[in-house]
Structure formats: C-alpha cells, structure tokens
C-alpha cells in the first residue's frame, strides 16, 4: 500500500506558541489530504479537507483562523495549530487519497500536549 | 449525511476463537466501506474495502468482511482470534461532503481484546 508520513509524531509545546504538523505522501501524489483529530478512547473527527492548490474546506465548528491548513504540493500538506492551549490536546491525523484511488492512506498521527 | 454504526464498543474473544465486529451502515446509494484497524498511539491501517465488486472482501491478516445490501450490514470476522489482533477497529463509509468532498464517514469504534 502507499506510504504517508506524519511528523513529529510527538510534540510539546507552550500555551499561546504554535506548532505546525506535516504530511507527507511518500510514494504516490496525493490529489486530497484529511486532518482528522481523536480525542481519547473515541472516533476519529474531521477537521478539514484540503485539494492540492486550493484553500481547504473545514468542518462545522472547526475555526480556520486557529487550525490552519495549506496543501501547497501534491506530496505535502500541513496543520499549523496557532496560539495552541492545553484544550487543544490531541491526537492529529492526517490521510491522503491519490486521484486514481478509492481509500484514503493515513499517516502515524501526533501527539499533541499544550503546557 | 451517511453514518455508521458499530454495535459493542467492547468486545473480547479467546484466542483462536471466532471475531465477529459488527457494522452498519445508512446510505442512500451504494456506499464504499472500508475496515480500518488502529494499533496505541498510531494512525490508521486499511484492512479492506468494498467498492462495490464482490460481496465479500478479504482483506490483511486473515480478516474478511461481507456487505449485505438487504441488511445494510458489512460485519468484519476472523476465523480464528490472535494476540496481535488486539486493537481498536474502525468501519468508515464514503460520503459527499456540503463541498462536493468526498470524505470518510467513521463509525465510534470497537477495542477488541484476546483473551490467552
């Protein structure tokens, strides 16, 4: 199957700094990415999708302006979680579909832990 | 908007005895549905997919699912439960986001424990 790396895949980081997460589609071009976000013992919740070039589209009640997004190339989008707090912990997931294919590849996740 | 549901959010088996992880599914038309499988601290792995082919799917690690249109059903079994299939376990259905975005659907999950 193909391969989507996510890094770190851990990272802590202060109240009010920003981190930013990268996927990246390894061996094929990744036309879609997801972000998802998991919170404990429960299912995985879509934050947002993006399309190689274009702005990304965010669920309902996901804010923008906080889980910014940018999909700049067919193998790499990132999740920049800006003025992060400690409600922003979480399991990060992204995935990656490739134009030609039906199931979506996911990365290993990240840990986030706000101090 | 599609959804999935899987029934035991639960459930515990011996080893070497039957899995049987329930799914269900509402869908308007014919649906993709996946397996995914998620080990601690990791992301997701496909264990098999239905994209409309054959009913029954097999899939890695010896695990296969069958889709039953008239029960809207696609339960993932095994026949014989090892220690390493300890994990939780995801069914995802396709759908048409408001944004013309295809996206996965997840069901809430079921933690699957062997006993030795």
């Known amino acids: 199957g193909a391969v989507v790396s996510q890094h770190p895949s851990r990272v802590i980081c202060k109240s009010g700094t920003s981190v930013k997460i990268e996927c990246r589609s390894l061996?094929?071009?990744?036309?879609?990415m997801f972000w998802y976000r998991q919170f404990p013992k429960q299912s995985l919740m879509l934050m947002a999708t993006?399309?190689?070039?274009?702005?990304?589209?965010?669920e309902q009640g996901v804010e923008k302006d906080k889980f910014l997004i940018n999909h700049a190339s067919l193998t790499l989008s990132t999740l920049t979680v800006t003025s992060a707090h400690p409600e922003d912990s979480s399991f990060y997931i992204c995935?990656?579909?490739?134009?030609?294919?039906?199931?979506?590849?996911f990365g290993q996740g990240t840990r986030l832990t706000v101090v | 908007a599609q959804s999935v549901t899987q029934l035991g959010s639960h459930v515990s088996v011996s080893e070497g005895a039957l899995v049987l992880l329930r799914c269900n599914y509402s869908?308007?038309?014919?649906?993709?549905l996946f397996w995914y499988v998620q080990y601690p601290n990791q992301g997701l792995q496909l264990l098999l997919k239905?994209?409309?082919?054959?009913?029954l799917v097999k899939g890695i690690n010896g695990f296969e699912a069958e889709f039953k249109k008239s029960e809207t059903s696609f339960h993932l079994t095994k026949p014989s439960a090892h220690m390493s299939d300890a994990a939780e376990y995801f069914c995802?259905?396709?759908?048409?986001?408001?944004?013309?975005?295809?996206?996965?659907?997840f069901g809430t999950g079921t933690r699957l424990t062997i006993i030795p």
């Open positions: 993006s399309n190689e070039g274009s702005k990304a589209t965010y």
């Open positions: 239905y994209t409309s082919a054959a009913t």
């Open positions: 061996d094929f071009q990744a036309t879609t």
């Open positions: 869908s308007s038309v014919p649906p993709y």
């Open positions: 995935s990656a579909r490739g134009l030609s294919r039906t199931e979506a590849f």
């Open positions: 995802a259905v396709t759908e048409i986001s408001n944004f013309g975005n295809e996206k996965l659907t």
